[in-house]
């Protein structure tokens, strides 16, 4: 059989899978195709969709295609699209269907489905789009490119609800809301980040050290004493001494003055975070302003308030 002859009119074919799509021991043939296509010589750029063909219980057996869809319609792939089965909800049985859309290596969209028996179809239980996209058993992490001047991504983490799915069933299936959400370098964090034009880069780098004592103090302007006992007296944002604290999440950065043309050497920065103990708990949300000087081309933290 040539799938590149029973597709509808207006898919162009891409490539074909040999998947057991719904665990019964059987591979169903799950085929990539182009649709929307502006220059059929050159489709790349195109959307594409997949459709899986399975074989159904009749004698001879008919073959029915599932064309495989998230309820907002969107599209699952522009660039490399990747179809898989893997284990990402443990509430269901079997595996899931995991479609990735690689761009550049990046996973930039992501959907799953799974096969439900009692409706003989495939069931979509997320779908997301972000500038990289992590997926594990029951936790899905979305990193988001922030449009500010400091190339920073906020990353959001998404768990299934009680019905093992990602969207809320309300007639509308909406994703669910993200659990937790932080603030993270674009491109990891540099050696030197003290250094950096930026202030809230430096307030974002001491969080991400605040239990490394040797790398938090240098965050800090020289001469003050006793600066990470501010931390240990609360004045950081976190209320547990530092050596309880597991992670601090940066929520938010802005700088709220900055006197950019009358004294370069001074910022303030507003900072919200939450800040996880070692014992499991969540300690909420706090805002702090930090108080920022220029110090041999550095900028180092002055003091919280």
């Not at 998230?70 to 522009?78: A, F, M, R, V």
């Not at 093992?164 to 659990?179: I, N, V, W």
């Not at 014992?279 to 919280?304: F, K, M, Q, S, V």
Request: proline share 4%.
């Amino acid at each position: 059989m040539s799938f590149r002859e029973i597709l509808p009119e207006g898919w162009k074919y891409v490539k074909s899978y040999r998947l057991d799509t719904n665990d019964d021991g059987e591979r169903e043939w799950a085929i990539l195709y182009y649709f929307d296509v502006l220059d059929k010589a050159r489709p790349q750029g195109a959307p594409i969709g997949v459709v899986v063909y399975k074989l159904d219980d009749n004698t001879p057996p008919n073959i029915i295609a599932h064309d495989l869809r998230p309820p907002n319609g969107d599209y699952l792939c522009e660039c490399e699209c990747k179809p898989d089965m893997e284990s990402v909800l443990s509430g269901l049985e079997g595996d899931e269907l995991v479609i990735r859309d690689l761009c550049d290596g990046e996973t930039t969209r992501l959907t799953v489905f799974h096969w439900d028996s009692d409706k003989k179809e495939y069931t979509s239980v997320g779908h997301f789009c972000g500038d990289h996209i992590e997926i594990s058993q029951d936790r899905v992490t979305v990193e988001k490119r922030e449009s500010g001047r400091a190339q920073l991504m906020k990353a959001e983490t998404y768990y299934p609800d009680e019905n093992s799915t990602y969207f809320q069933r309300d007639g509308q299936c909406r994703l669910l809301e993200c659990t937790e959400e932080e603030l993270r370098f674009c491109y990891g964090e540099a050696e030197d980040v003290l250094c950096f034009r930026y202030p809230e880069k430096v307030v974002l780098g001491f969080y991400s050290q605040y239990n490394d004592d040797e790398k938090a103090t240098a965050y800090f302007v020289e001469g003050v004493q006793g600066h990470l006992d501010q931390c240990d007296a609360s004045q950081c944002g976190c209320i547990a001494p530092r050596h309880q604290i597991a992670h601090v999440r940066v929520i938010d950065l802005q700088v709220e003055y900055e006197n950019g043309s009358q004294d370069l050497n001074q910022a303030i920065v507003g900072v919200t975070v939450t800040c996880e103990r070692r014992d499991g708990t969540n300690e909420g949300e706090r805002y702090i302003r930090w108080h920022l000087a220029r110090e041999g081309g550095c900028w180092r933290l002055e003091r919280p308030e």
